[in-house]
């Protein structure tokens, strides 16, 4: 890749302009970088300890989350060292590898996002089918497609980049190696690598994103027919918290990929890029544990079989077979049975299950 340049190392300018808020920002991005890892990892430790979630979505789920988590490794902890260092220096070869990751995370995420597009409206739309269109095996398939697709065309955007010569300044405006920032320091005419990255950035974007209008499309469809109030509620749910995190990533990605790089203003796209490299994989398991019923019941789970008090609900009043009230029993340990847990707490807490 290094061809016949020059520069055999860039300067990461990031956020230096802004002196002494470096150390605020710091500790700022440091602690959403903590929270990125805990809450993606636990999404992931829950979906691959829990049985109950080893289904489609959540397998989806689990590797997006494995490919967001990677995505900011790539990204963070260069900037954060960054933010506290005067030396802000990438070799070449470091940052061609950066822009090569990132881009392939970043493109096996839209791609995912477009299969859990797909997965909702065949839950939602075939669900008899539901079973065959996405067994076990064809998961397994549209994630390897996903992964090996996107660092297909990672490989073919960084190649087309760094086939530049770099012969001049080495200033990256930007706090990673980013296409735009990098392209611009080429000292070639790079009008034609800017157009077949600017294509490959519309396909990669927009052929997902109405993959996925079309899929809710015939979701919307589907639910409308629903004659239960409760039941288009239920079915619209499944789909809130997918449909958060795709507006937002495709959003903040288009917002500056789909645009001539000329158009390019280094503040706002950093402002932008801060949004889809730190907050997208921010929201993605807040968005998925706290909106989702059964991730909440997986950790709580896990929670009880660490030990860690929970609270355990039981029948004081039982009317003609229905329960009629309940009462909480803090409890320890793991999910009891109504059998072995129910009797001894009612006895001492003195509240006999009374049957009319």
């Known amino acids: ?11 990461l300018m990031g956020f230096s302009s802004l002196g ?39 397998f989806f789920l689990c590797v997006l989350s494995v490919s967001e988590t990677l995505y900011t490794i790539v990204i963070l902890p260069k900037m954060l060292i960054n933010l506290l260092s005067v030396l802000r220096t990438l070799s070449f070869m470091s940052c061609a590898t950066q822009m090569y990751f990132f881009l392939g995370f970043a493109v096996t ?78 000292c070639a005419n790079a009008h034609v690598n800017e157009l077949v990255i600017f294509i490959g950035g519309a396909l990669v974007l927009l052929v997902p994103l109405l993959f996925i209008c079309i899929s809710y499309g015939f979701i919307v469809r589907t639910i409308l027919k629903i004659p239960s109030a409760e039941g288009k509620r239920k079915a619209f749910s499944t789909c809130a918290s997918h449909l958060t995190v795709v507006i937002v990533h495709y959003g903040c990605a288009s917002s500056v990929y ?28 807040m968005v998925y544990s706290l909106r989702n019923k059964d991730v909440q019941m997986a ?25 009629e009230d309940w009462v909480q029993f803090p409890v320890f340990g793991s999910i009891f049975t109504l059998e072995a847990a129910i009797f001894p707490i009612v006895l001492r807490a003195e509240c006999p299950v009374m049957m009319t």
């Open 1 to 11: 890749m290094a061809n016949s340049s020059f520069v055999t190392e860039f300067l």
């Open 20 to 58: 002494e808020l470096q150390l605020v920002l710091f500790v700022v991005f440091l602690s959403l970088y903590m929270i990125i890892l805990s809450g993606n990892i636990t999404i992931i430790s829950v979906i691959c300890l829990d049985h109950s979630l080893h289904t489609p979505m959540y």
């Open 109 to 186: 995420n839209c791609l995912l996002l477009g299969v859990m597009g797909y997965d909702r409206y065949a839950a939602i739309c075939q669900p008899l089918r539901y079973p065959i269109l996405m067994s076990r095996r064809v998961c397994g398939q549209l994630a390897v497609i996903t992964i090996i697709c996107g660092f297909l065309t990672s490989l073919v955007g960084t190649t087309v980049v760094f086939s530049l010569p770099f012969c001049g300044p080495n200033k990256v405006d930007h706090y990673f190696c980013d296409i735009s920032p990098v392209i611009r320091l080429a």
């Open 258 to 285: 789909l645009r001539p790089s000329a158009k390019h203003t280094s503040g706002k796209d950093r402002l932008v890029t801060v949004t889809y490299t730190i907050i997208t994989p921010l929201l993605n398991p």
């Open 299 to 323: 950790i709580r789970k896990m929670i009880g079989k660490a030990g860690i008090k929970e609270k355990f609900e039981v029948p004081v009043m039982i009317r003609n077979g229905q329960v």
